[in-house]
């Protein structure tokens, strides 16, 4: 049953007062504030974390290849920690209304701790394969739920922002992961330790929350209400998934095979990875002050254009300037959805949302690489561009044809169930 706020309430916010689902639109009967100490909290858990990912992604394929093992095992080995992120997804809902956000968050980095100690304690390369898999199920249970921290912490009013914001932090803790192999090696303990030491950091900020936020309501199947509600938000979240995973596949054979130099393709590369997060906070303003739907097809419209182009200025200087635009338009979607995703949801389809998000990133790790790699091994290499160009604009087309709207109404979603 849906009714309009009356009284004093002179927003017009439409609330649900179902007593048979947990679904919450907005709450406006008093001024939201941004719970910051949760807000630092997340952020720091979660930015320590990153780091160690990075590494982790980084550091075993070099492993694996020292020791003379086939491509395409390493590559099995990677997708493993996707499937366990796409594995534990549905339960992760359950499990945090039954033992709570903090406590969860604490046992899965625990459980990621141990994951890293093993990879470093036993280097037989065939435990490696259930050990990545439990490493996707830890590390992507505890983004979930610090995911969910940051998205319930901020306000209708400033969740773009904090959303741009959080990308940022995001992509340049990630981008600092590889950055230790350097000056670590690849050798011996000290890598691992230096993965170690940021997985035990980030579980510091969550042991300071004196009072964490709770999700309460029932978590059973709110990962299907969550997807019947808005399955074209999560369109947008898998396009942004796999283009992370192709280009960055990808991009370098692409350079190379234009005529770059391995050394001047990775340069472009990493610009574009570490550049782009000065644009997140930006895009999560527009979205803010203007519109959450607007800014997602605007981003995904840049993004086709950018890729389409990409053939055509790879050998020139425009190349530099493209990828900064093209890699902040594709992840703009992301960053607009991550909002749109606390605007939307509370409670246990809070964490099932965030819980599909990282099933997201699953999807777009196992699906993009091969698909892309098949057109280009089909079409050549310019397939690349393509093939994420006609992601973009299915994205383009859909919005189209719903108008930006990238959640259904709630009367809509429940019919449907």
Not at 23 to 29: K, Q, S, W, Y
Not at 161 to 190: E, H, K, N, Q
Not at 244 to 259: E, Y
Not at 310 to 335: D, E, K, Q, R, S
Request: hydrophobic share 55%; proline share 6%; charged share 10%.
């Amino acid at each position: 049953m849906l009714r309009r706020c009356g009284g004093g309430c002179n927003h017009g916010h439409v609330v649900s007062v179902s007593p048979s689902r947990y679904t919450v639109l907005m709450t406006a009967a008093a001024p939201q504030r941004t719970n910051i100490p949760v807000l630092a909290a997340a952020i720091a858990a979660i930015a320590a974390c990153d780091i160690a990912m990075g590494l982790t992604l980084q550091l075993l394929p070099l492993i694996m290849e020292k020791k003379g093992l086939p491509a395409w095992l390493i590559g099995l080995n990677t997708a493993m920690g996707p499937l366990g992120i796409l594995v534990a997804g549905p339960f992760i809902p359950r499990l945090v209304a039954r033992h709570g956000a903090r406590s969860l968050g604490l046992i899965l980095l625990g459980l990621t701790f141990l994951c890293l100690l093993l990879f470093a304690a036993v280097p037989d390369y065939r435990l490696w394969f259930p050990v990545r898999f439990m490493t996707g199920v830890a590390a992507g249970g505890f983004f979930t739920i610090s995911e969910a921290l940051v998205i319930s912490s901020a306000t209708d009013q400033n969740r773009g922002r904090i959303m741009g914001l959080y990308t940022t932090v995001l992509a340049v803790t990630f981008s600092m992961g590889p950055l230790f192999v350097p000056w670590t090696g690849i050798d011996g303990w000290l890598p691992w330790i230096a993965g170690l030491v940021c997985v035990a950091l980030a579980g510091l900020p969550l042991l300071t929350l004196r009072a964490a936020p709770t999700f309460e309501g029932e978590g059973k199947g709110a990962m299907a209400r969550v997807l019947r509600r808005a399955p074209l938000l999560f369109l947008a979240v898998g396009a942004a998934t796999l283009f992370d995973s192709v280009l960055i596949s990808f991009f370098t054979i692409f350079g190379l095979r234009h005529g770059l130099s391995l050394a001047e393709a990775s340069r472009i590369l990493g610009l574009a990875i570490i550049g782009n997060a000065a644009l997140f906070y930006p895009m999560g303003w527009l979205a803010d002050h203007w519109s959450r739907g607007g800014v997602t097809l605007l981003t995904a419209a840049i993004t086709v254009a950018c890729t389409l182009a990409l053939p055509f200025v790879i050998t020139t200087l425009w190349i530099w300037p493209l990828m900064l635009i093209l890699t902040a338009a594709a992840f703009g979607v992301y960053v607009v959805a991550l909002a749109m995703l606390g605007d939307t949801f509370k409670g246990p389809e809070m964490i099932a949302g965030s819980a599909a998000v990282a099933a997201m990133w699953g999807v777009g790790g196992l699906i993009g690489p091969p698909a892309a790699g098949a057109a280009i091994d089909a079409f050549g290499i310019n397939a690349m561009p393509m093939v994420l160009a006609a992601v973009y604009g299915t994205l383009v087309v859909v919005l189209l044809a719903r108008r930006g709207q990238l959640v259904r109404p709630l009367a809509d979603a429940e019919a449907r169930a």
